[in-house]
């Protein structure tokens, strides 16, 4: 005679276990029929045609929303790839200033830096503009002090 004993512990399996496995394994004893449209073959192709239509129909509208979907993206790759580049030039741009401005002064002095050679002489500005320059600081200076836009 076969015993039932439980392979890890070696012992008999208690009945909720069996009963629990028993009621997995049934079977219904009788199979639903079908419904009455489904009994003859002509109604069964019209299923299945109503069916085949519904499902053509659903795959048309994915692939004209994945389409969609897929014009949306590349167009926002695009813009955010054309953002990226904007954003560069402007602070290549900005880089580039910042580096024209240190060099020039107005005074006329121009600030020497650890590039500049002993040979090169950097003149400034020409005298005619400084002179322009210092002509309109004395003109509109003052009357910024006065009406507060500027502290001396």
Partial sequence: ??????????Q??????????????????IARPRPANLTSLPSLLSVFQT???AL?????ELRKQLLETRQE???ALYQHDAACRVILRLQ????????ALSKV?????????????????QT???TSIKDKINAFKEEYVPAFVLDGWLTV
């Fill in 12 to 29: 008999p399996p208690r009945p909720e276990s069996l009963s629990a496995q028993v009621n997995l394994c049934q079977v219904p004893e």
């Fill in 73 to 75: 993206l590349s167009t």
């Fill in 92 to 99: 290549k741009e900005r880089d580039e200033a910042r580096e």
């Fill in 1 to 10: 005679m076969t015993t039932l004993n439980s392979k890890v512990t070696d």
């Fill in 124 to 126: 400034g500005l020409p």
């Fill in 105 to 121: 002064s107005i005074d006329g002095v121009g600030t020497s830096t650890a590039e500049d050679m002993d040979v090169d002489t």
């Fill in 56 to 60: 053509a129909l659903e795959t048309f």
């Fill in 51 to 53: 069916e085949w239509d």
